[in-house]
C-alpha cells in the first residue's frame, strides 16, 4: 500500500523549494553588479527583474508554506529532484529578456545546462553575448556544482544516523567529517583554495598570451568555474581552443581532475595521506580506464590521418580525453571536428570516456569509477567462483577510505545505475535519430550520451533550429543524468502516491 503524503509533506517541500528559488534569485546579484560597472544596460535590466521575481516567489513560497518539521530522505529527495526541474525557470529568465535565446524553453534549458553542469548552450551569437550574462552562465555551474551540494549537506539530513548526508548524485552515504557543518565547510575551503590559485594562474597565462589584465581576470575566473565545477561553459563558442596556449590548457587539466576527484579524496590530500590515490578504488578505475582509452585515442587519430605530427595530436587527444573524463567538456578542437575527422576508434573513445565519467561525490557526471570499479570487482569474483573448487569461499574486497568487503548488494547496485544509464543513452540516441533525419546513429549516440553524462560535448545536433523533441530529451537526459535517477523516481513515485495513495 502507497501512502499519500499528506498537507504537511507538500508544505515542507514547496517552502524547501522556495528556499531554492530565493536563493537563485540573490545570487543575480553578483553579475548585476557586472553589468552595471560594464554598463551593460539590457542585461542588467533582465538580471534584476529575474532577481526580483525570484526572490518575491521564494519567500513567498517560503512563508506560506513554512512548516515546522524535520525533512525525511524522501522530503530532501523529491525536493531535489523538483528544483533542478524549479530553478532554470528564473535561471534561465535574463538571457530570455535579454532576447539572446530563441524561444523561453531555450533559455530554461541553459539554466538548466548550467545548474546541471552539462555545458551544452542555445546561446544566440555567444561570442558577443554581454560579460554579465556570460558571467551569470558559469555561476550556474557553481551553484549546481557546489554550493547545491553544501545546501543538500546542512539542509536535507536524514534521520538514519547515516552523518547527515543525502543519498543522492552530488552526496553519497559516506562521511568526510563526523559533522554536516565541518564537512560543508571542507568543501566550501578546498573549492576557495583552487579558486585562488587556479583563476590566478589562469588569468597570468591569459595575460601572457595577450589578453588584456581585466580581459584575462574575466577568463580566468570562468575558466575556473567550468573546469574545476566540471560544467562545460565557455565564453567564446571555439572553448579552450580560443586562447591558444598550452600553459591555459595546462591550468584547465589540472582544475578538471580536481573537480572530478571526491571529496573524500580531497579530504584524504588534505590531511597529507597520499596513499589513498594509490590504494582507492575510484583512483585506480580511473587511471586504469584513462591509460586504456587514451591508448585507443591516439592509435585512432593515427590512423585517422587527421595530424601530421605527434605533438599536436597528443595535445589535442589527451585535453579532450581528460574533458570527456572528467566531464567537463571543455574543448581545444570543434567537437564535430572530433565526430568528422578523427576517425571512428578516437570518437569512441571519447562517448566512452564521457560514460564512465568522474568520481562519486564529485561535481562530475557519468556512471561513475566507483560503479565500474565494483562491477569488475564482481566480475571477478565470479570468475575466480568458477575457477575455484565449490568447496572454496571467494571473498572479494576493494578499498575505499578503509578495507570493505565487496557484497552482492554492491554490485547490483552499481550494475543496475550502470544499465539505466546505458540504457538512456541508448534510448536518447534512438529518439535523437528519429526526430531529427539530418544525422547518423553515431552522432546521435555522442549527443545523447554528452547529455546524459553531463558532458556538454555536443557535435552540432543541438542547435536553436533543432526540433523540440530532441531538446526536450536532452533535457530530461541532463536531469536525469546530474539526479542519477535515484531522485527521479523518488519523484515520480512521489506524484504517483500523491495521485493514486491512501491515506
Known amino acids: 500500500m502507497i501512502l499519500r503524503p499528506d498537507v504537511r509533506d507538500l508544505q515542507l517541500i514547496a517552502s524547501s523549494l522556495g528556499r531554492a528559488v530565493g536563493w537563485s534569485g540573490a545570487a543575480m546579484l553578483a553579475p548585476a553588479v557586472v553589468a552595471a560597472v560594464q554598463a551593460e544596460w539590457d542585461a542588467l535590466t533582465a538580471l534584476l527583474l529575474s532577481g526580483a521575481l525570484a526572490v518575491l516567489v521564494g519567500r513567498a513560497a517560503t512563508a506560506a508554506f513554512h ?88 539542509l536535507f539530513t536524514t534521520t538514519s544516523g547515516q552523518g547527515g548526508s543525502l543519498s543522492l548524485g552530488d552526496v553519497r552515504d559516506t562521511r568526510i567529517t563526523p559533522n554536516v557543518t565541518r564537512t560543508a565547510r571542507f568543501i566550501l575551503t578546498v573549492g576557495a583554495t583552487f579558486a585562488a590559485v587556479g583563476v590566478t594562474a589562469l588569468a597570468i597565462a591569459g595575460a601572457l598570451g595577450g589578453l588584456h589584465p581585466a580581459r584575462a581576470l574575466l577568463h580566468g ?189 554492491h554490485i547490483r547496485g552499481a550494475a543496475t545505475v550502470l544499465l539505466l544509464f546505458l540504457f538512456t543513452f541508448l534510448v536518447g540516441g534512438l529518439i535523437t535519430l528519429f526526430t531529427d533525419g539530418t544525422v547518423d546513429f553515431t552522432e546521435a549516440l555522442f549527443e545523447s550520451t554528452a547529455a546524459a553524462a553531463n558532458t556538454g560535448m555536443s557535435i552540432g545536433i543541438l542547435r536553436p533550429e533543432a526540433p523540440v523533441a530532441v531538446k526536450v530529451v536532452l533535457a530530461l537526459q541532463m536531469w536525469f543524468g546530474r539526479l542519477e535517477f535515484m531522485a527521479v523516481f523518488a519523484t515520480l513515485g512521489y506524484a504517483f502516491a500523491l495521485l493514486r495513495g491512501r491515506t
Open 67 to 154: 512548516v515546522r518539521r524535520q525533512p525525511t530522505w524522501t522530503h530532501g529527495m523529491v525536493t531535489i529532484g523538483l528544483a533542478w526541474l524549479l530553478v532554470p525557470v528564473f535561471a534561465g529568465l535574463p538571457l530570455y529578456l535579454a532576447g539572446h535565446t530563441d524561444g523561453f524553453f531555450d533559455a530554461y534549458f541553459e539554466g538548466l545546462s548550467g545548474l546541471t553542469t552539462t555545458g551544452l548552450t542555445l546561446v544566440q551569437d555567444l561570442d558577443h553575448l554581454a560579460v554579465s550574462l556570460n558571467l551569470w552562465r558559469h555561476l550556474l555551474q557553481f551553484l549546481g556544482g557546489q554550493a547545491v551540494v553544501v545546501v543538500i549537506l546542512t
Open 221 to 409: 575566473t570562468a575558466l575556473f568555474l567550468s573546469a574545476y565545477d566540471t560544467g562545460g561553459f565557455a565564453l567564446q563558442s571555439t572553448s579552450a581552443g580560443y586562447y591558444h596556449s598550452a600553459a591555459v590548457e595546462g591550468v584547465v587539466i589540472v582544475l578538471m581532475i580536481a573537480g572530478a576527484l571526491s571529496y573524500g579524496i580531497h579530504f584524504e590530500l588534505w590531511r597529507g595521506n597520499r596513499r589513498e590515490l594509490l590504494r582507492n578504488i575510484e583512483t585506480r578505475t580511473v587511471a586504469l580506464t584513462f591509460l586504456s582509452l587514451l591508448a585507443v585515442t591516439l592509435v585512432g587519430l593515427g590512423r585517422s590521418g587527421a595530424f601530421t605530427t605527434a605533438g599536436p595530436m597528443f595535445r589535442q587527444g589527451f585535453f579532450t580525453l581528460v574533458s570527456a573524463h572528467t566531464t567537463s567538456g571543455l574543448t581545444v578542437t570543434s567537437a564535430r571536428v572530433i565526430a568528422a575527422d578523427w576517425g571512428l576508434l578516437a570518437p569512441a573513445a571519447m562517448v566512452t570516456a564521457m560514460a564512465i565519467g568522474g568520481m562519486a561525490s564529485s561535481s562530475a557526471g557519468g556512471i561513475k569509477a566507483i560503479r565500474i570499479g565494483l562491477v569488475l570487482k564482481g566480475i571477478s569474483q565470479e570468475v575466480r567462483r568458477v575457477l575455484l573448487p565449490e568447496s572454496a569461499m571467494v571473498l572479494a574486497t576493494y578499498h575505499q577510505h578503509r578495507r570493505q568487503i565487496l557484497r552482492d548488494v
